[in-house]
């Protein structure tokens, strides 16, 4: 990965994940988790039979995930997004892209483990350069896995990091011209780091290419940055709302349209209003121009069109972590407390984010008066009183998460078979698991 933090294509805040024996981390390990994670999503898609896209060298850059999905069955499910989001691109901007331009450049910023280069029909036609530009470990990893493949195109792979001032000098370098048509794409990249870097980068991007250079960038809305939880959104650190994204590309450089994820979904799950896809053309005409993010800094409520979103996606993020925990306690009750009280505590600011963004604050207390409260500062005289403690906190983050995805307002939630089933678990830390699956099929 090119940052210094975490993206897509790559995992970089330290943080480490074991898999198969070995512990994959962002520059101490042979390939960062998540590029190797995004490679085995285009490696499932390709398979099916109603394929968006088919990758045939994915699943051998993917290596073996099983180890890991063994461990964490429900993290297949955050594919969609990642699957759609390179059908739009091969098919809405790389199509087009290749189609009107003979000789060109295609700059790819956080290259992961993409292999374009390599299976994208079009670059076998006219005079198209591919830059890939990461981290060395990933260009290393990448060419030996694909050293008997031959790109369609030429291929220059450029070794750098796009937080340091220097990633431009060394694309230069490496051949390329701001003479040639440039299609710029940030994939997967913008929203895990910072602000300041990415308008950075996309004003240095601007300045050297021709004025017919065009560029691509999915973004986040404010509200995902809230979801700290799954391989990707629990690194997510800033949004942009839909209104926003016009002024803050034509700062950076750019004229661009935007559209929702989902208004491309080919009948994919993508969220709801959560992603938001940007294309445009280079315009310097406003360049550093000052403008105002119309909520002015990260709101603490979340806008309704994306709470159903935010709150899906905690969901999914926090269940397999749910399910460790319960695990490790039923082994090591010691263990397994420490686990769940840095949960709990890691997941209060997102808590309240939901609950706060409720129409009626009052309803919260229906679903559950735990959630008013702050779970950490419970004091447990014995094992039961923990026990009853973990059950009844986790039975009312799921409920409410149920009534937010599936709309069910708390006033109205006792009257659920949910809730009925709720009432007959209280202190039974082991039923927490089969309740958990319920809630999953309910929403």
């Not at 009107?100 to 374009?116: C, K, P, T």
């Not at 997941?347 to 735990?370: E, F, M, Q, Y």
């Amino acid at each position: 990965m090119v940052l210094s933090n975490m993206s897509d294509k790559g995992c970089g805040d330290g943080r480490s994940v074991r898999m198969a024996g070995h512990e994959i981390n962002d520059k101490r390990s042979a390939v960062p988790f998540t590029a190797r994670l995004i490679a085995y999503y285009r490696a499932m898609e390709s398979k099916r039979e109603d394929a968006l896209i088919v990758d045939p060298f994915a699943e051998q850059l993917a290596g073996d995930m099983d180890p890991y999905f063994r461990e964490h069955r429900h993290t297949r499910g955050t594919s969609d997004y990642a699957v759609v989001r390179t059908y739009y691109i091969d098919n809405y901007v790389l199509t087009q892209w290749s189609e009107m331009h003979e000789n060109s450049q295609v700059v790819l910023l956080g290259a992961g483990l993409d292999a374009r280069a390599y299976r994208f029909e079009p670059f076998k036609k006219d005079e198209h350069t591919v830059f890939e530009i990461d981290y060395a470990l990933i260009n290393s990893y990448k060419e030996s896995i694909l050293k008997d493949s031959k790109p369609l195109c030429n291929l220059v792979r450029v070794s750098a990091d796009l937080s340091e001032p220097t990633w431009l000098a060394k694309l230069e370098t490496a051949g390329f011209s701001s003479y040639v048509p440039t299609l710029w794409l940030l994939e997967g990249i913008v929203y895990y780091i910072d602000r300041e870097i990415v308008i950075s980068v996309l004003q240095a991007a601007a300045r050297n290419c021709p004025d017919e250079s065009q560029v691509f960038v999915d973004v986040c809305v404010p509200g995902l940055t809230a979801a700290q939880f799954g391989p990707f959104m629990m690194y997510f650190k800033w949004g942009l709302d839909k209104e926003d994204v016009t002024p803050f590309f034509a700062h950076s450089g750019w004229n661009v349209t935007c559209a929702y994820a989902d208004d491309f979904d080919q009948g994919r799950d993508v969220g709801q209003r959560g992603l938001i896809f940007v294309t445009g053309k280079k315009d310097l005409s406003k360049l550093g121009d000052s403008f105002v993010f119309s909520t002015g800094t990260e709101p603490l409520k979340i806008p309704k069109t994306e709470l159903q979103s935010v709150s899906k996606d905690f969901m999914m993020g926090i269940t397999p972590e749910i399910r460790g925990i319960i695990k490790t306690y039923n082994r090591n009750p010691d263990e397994g407390l420490t686990l769940y009280l840095d949960f709990i505590r890691r997941i209060r600011p997102i808590v309240k984010r939901i609950t706060t963004s409720l129409d009626d604050i009052l309803s919260v207390g229906h679903i559950s008066s735990r959630l008013l409260r702050d779970p950490s500062t419970a004091v447990f005289q014995s094992r039961e009183e923990e026990k009853a403690h973990i059950v009844g906190y986790f039975t009312s983050i799921l409920l409410l998460a149920y009534c937010v995805i599936t709309g069910v307002d708390g006033w109205q939630l006792e009257r659920t078979p949910l809730y009925q089933q709720s009432m007959k678990i209280r202190g039974d830390i082991n039923s927490l698991l089969s309740f958990l699956q319920d809630v999953i099929h309910a929403i």
